[in-house]
T-cell receptor
Framework: DSGVTQTPKHLITATGQRVTLRCSPR?????VYWYQQSLDQGLQFLIQ???????AKGNILERFSAQQFPDLHSELNLSSLELGDSALYFC??????????????FGPGTRLTVL | AQSVSQHNHHVILSEAASLELGCNYS??????LFWYVQYPGQHLQLLLK??????LVKGIKGFEAEFIKSKFSFNLRKPSVQWSDTAEYFC????????????FGGGTRLMVKP
């Protein structure tokens, strides 16, 4: 158990819908990262938040957005869902301040299926 | 943009065989290197990491990896695999000049036959 929690574990929805994935980082970690794991794209970095502020963006679609709240939990919002958005979405956390590097610890993931 | 290559997509070994999984990265600057393992149906777990110092790093469950800067490589090794090592293995790199996001290789699926 890494200490990172994600809910829900599974999510099944239809095309065009909107969903919210939730992540709680390890105690004391200020950075939260979101990654997408799909069969065709592999594991890709989506976005990073540090202490409530967006710090880095990767291959995140405009239909996707995220935020980190004052209690440091984070939510990833996926809208206008398409079949190709079906994937495993991982959250990771680390204590890393801006400009530093550190180990990221991963949560169990949310498996999203878009029908 | 930096990239990470894992040349072996699928590896099948018998128990007690030795394992070496290749990992090469493209970035020439300072990097931090990781190997993560994903057991079936589970999340990514850190096996080992290299930040600096001794290029031969030892991780959990008898795994080790060697950082060879001149070859841009960070190969994972285990002298004798067990059936419980069946999993997918991911090499990942952090480019110290590009924030803390991980760039992952495509993964190597290892099957160990009992």
């Amino acid at each position: 158990d890494s200490g990172v929690t994600q809910t829900p574990k599974h999510l099944i929805t239809a095309t065009g819908q909107r969903v919210t994935l939730r992540c709680s980082p390890r105690s004391g970690d200020l950075s939260v990262y979101w990654y997408q794991q799909s069969l065709d794209q592999g594991l890709q970095f989506l976005i990073q938040y540090y202490n409530g502020e967006e710090r880095a963006k990767g291959n995140i679609l405009e239909r996707f957005s995220a935020q980190q709240f004052p209690d440091l939990h984070s939510e990833l919002n996926l809208s206008s869902l398409e079949l190709g958005d079906s994937a495993l979405y991982f959250c990771a956390s680390s204590p890393t301040p801006p400009g530093g590097t550190d180990t990221q610890y991963f949560g169990p993931g949310t498996r999203l299926t878009v029908l | 943009a930096q990239s990470v290559s894992q040349h072996n997509h699928h590896v099948i070994l018998s128990e007690a065989a030795s394992l070496e999984l290749g990992c090469n990265y493209s970035y020439g600057g300072t990097v931090n290197l990781f190997w993560y393992v994903q057991y079936p149906g589970q999340h990514l777990q850190l096996l080992l990491k290299y930040f600096s110092g001794d290029p031969l790093v030892k991780g959990i469950k008898g795994f080790e990896a060697e950082f060879i800067k001149s070859k841009f490589s960070f190969n994972l090794r285990k002298p004798s695999v067990q059936w419980s090592d069946t999993a997918e293995y991911f090499c990942a790199v952090i480019n110290n000049n590009a924030g803390n996001m991980l760039t992952f290789g495509g993964g190597t699926r290892l099957m160990v036959k009992p």
